[in-house]
């Protein structure tokens, strides 16, 4: 195995890991300081909704992963190659994001999580 296949692996796993973290969120659980600016403990209904949605897409964003580098072979007719540019330019956006958020637990855990995920995604993507 080289170096592009098991980051998409440990890409893909991260994806899932936080995809589970926004349905915990969704259920109403009080961790709402780590994500979406850390404004509520528990995140109201809207943001609830928000969050199962982001879970779907998380995992979405996973399987262009491994489809992109041939762990899975899932689907011949999506294109992975815009998506992959398109989900690393916005992990690099959503870092910038978690370093300026005003909470301090989403600074501290969501900042490096998703500053690892990007780099890891730059690689896969110049590959």
């Known amino acids: 195995m080289d170096f592009i296949y098991i980051s998409s692996v440990i890409v893909a796993i ?6 589970v973290f926004q349905v915990i969120l969704s ?12 404004y509520y403990k528990v995140l109201p209904k809207k943001f609830r909704i928000v969050s199962a949605f982001n879970a779907v897409i998380l995992l979405f964003m996973g ?3 491994l489809q992109h580098t041939n762990v899975l072979n899932w689907s011949y007719f999506l294109s992975t190659n815009i998506l992959v540019w398109v989900i690393t330019i916005f ?23 998703s500053g690892f ?11």
């Open 14 to 19: 991260l994806f899932v890991s936080v995809a």
């Open 27 to 38: 259920l109403g659980y009080p961790f709402g300081e780590f994500a979406m600016g850390g």
């Open 63 to 65: 399987l262009v992963f």
């Open 91 to 113: 992990l690099g956006v959503n870092t910038i994001a978690n370093l300026i958020s005003q909470s301090k637990k989403e600074r501290l855990i969501m900042t490096p999580l």
């Open 117 to 127: 995920t990007f780099i890891l995604c730059l690689f896969i993507a110049l590959s």
